[in-house]
Every structure is written in C-alpha cells, then in structure tokens.
C-alpha cells in the first residue's frame, strides 16, 4: 500500500454507566497481548458493599486513587473529592507513551472526574490529533464543554454500548483496530513515495 499517512481509527465507546464499556475494553485488550498498548481504565472502590470512590489503574497495573468520598472537595464530583496531581502523575507519563512505540492508546474514561485536570484534557486532545490509534470510553452525554468537544469530532467512532452488543464489542474492536495495524505494517513494508 502506498500512498500519504493512514488515519488511525479513534473509537470511543459509550453508554450508561455500568453498562459494560470497561468490560468490553478489557476483554478486547486480553484478545491483543503482543500489542504494545499503553493507558489506563478506571475502577470502583468498594468498602462494605458501598462505593467509596475510584481508582485509576495503568494497563501496566500501577494505580493511584482518583477520588474518594473523604477526599478535600477543592475538586469534586458529586460526593467524591478528586486527587487531580495523583491522577496527573500516574497517568500523563503513560499518555506521552515513554517507553518505546506504542500500538494503542487507552482512555477509559474521559470522564468528569479525569477532565478535571486541564493537562489530560490537552494529553487527549494531543492524541486524538496523533497518529496511533485511541480506544476509550466517554459518558454518553453531558460531562462538559471538553467532553462535548471530543464527541463532536468528525474523525472519533462513537460506539454505543448496550446489553444487546456489549458481548459482540470486543470482536468487533479487534476486527477493527486489525485491520488498521495490519495497513499500518503494510504501508510502513512498502514505502511511500
């Protein structure tokens, strides 16, 4: 294949919460081992049965605390409090892909909580406009003008989530993002002019 540059995919899952978006990542992301992907993907905490806030969790499996209800509400969502520099320091680095070339993007979730810092908000921006594809989740609607802006780019697949597709959604990712990778090696195998 030759030609200019590929455009690679950006597929954002949403829906409502619960529904299983991070679930669906998950599973696509166990069916691509060889791949090199590089994020993060949230997770509930839960102490006796209640929710008390969330954790970030790099695909390398280091984790901070996002937001807990005990948190200073200097930046809150809802009842929870929100450690943005924890958030910042466990997540930009991945972000930036240091460490060698990266497959994948994973962002689950561009979400209010982690749009309250302004520096994920430009980390985003920054790799939707790059070339190495995204996958992640966005709230289905609301969450603020940033929030809004990414949904509304001609270039982001908006995939909705629902109990009807969510078992189907993790062949239909690897389906996609393959064929985009195997393009992307043909492309790189032959040259461009």
């Excluded at 240091?98 to 309250?116: H, P, Q, S, T, Y």
């Excluded at 062949?171 to 032959?190: D, I, K, T």
Aim: proline share 8%.
């Amino acid at each position: 294949m030759r030609g200019g540059p590929l455009t690679p995919p950006k597929v954002l899952l949403t829906g409502r919460p619960g529904i299983g978006k991070t679930t669906a990542i998950m599973r696509f992301l166990e069916s691509v081992p060889s791949r090199r992907c590089r994020g993060f993907y949230t997770q509930e905490w839960r102490e006796g049965g209640q929710r008390v806030g969330f954790w970030a969790i790099t695909l390398a499996g280091e984790r901070a605390v996002l937001a807990h209800v005990d948190f200073s509400r200097r930046h809150a969502v809802g009842r929870y409090g929100v450690d943005v520099a924890a958030f910042e320091a466990l997540v930009l680095p991945e972000l930036e892909g240091r460490g060698g070339a990266v497959d994948l993007f994973v962002l689950d979730e561009i979400g209010k909580m982690e749009c309250l810092s302004p520096r994920f908000q430009e980390a985003v921006w920054r790799l939707l406009e790059g070339p190495v594809p995204l996958l992640g989740t966005i709230p289905l609607q609301g969450g603020g003008p940033f929030i809004e802006r990414v949904r509304a780019r001609p270039d982001v697949a908006l995939w909705p989530v629902t109990p009807s597709n969510r078992d189907a959604l993790p062949r239909q990712l690897l389906e996609r993002f393959s064929v985009w990778w195997a393009q992307a090696s043909e492309h790189r195998e032959g040259g461009t002019p």
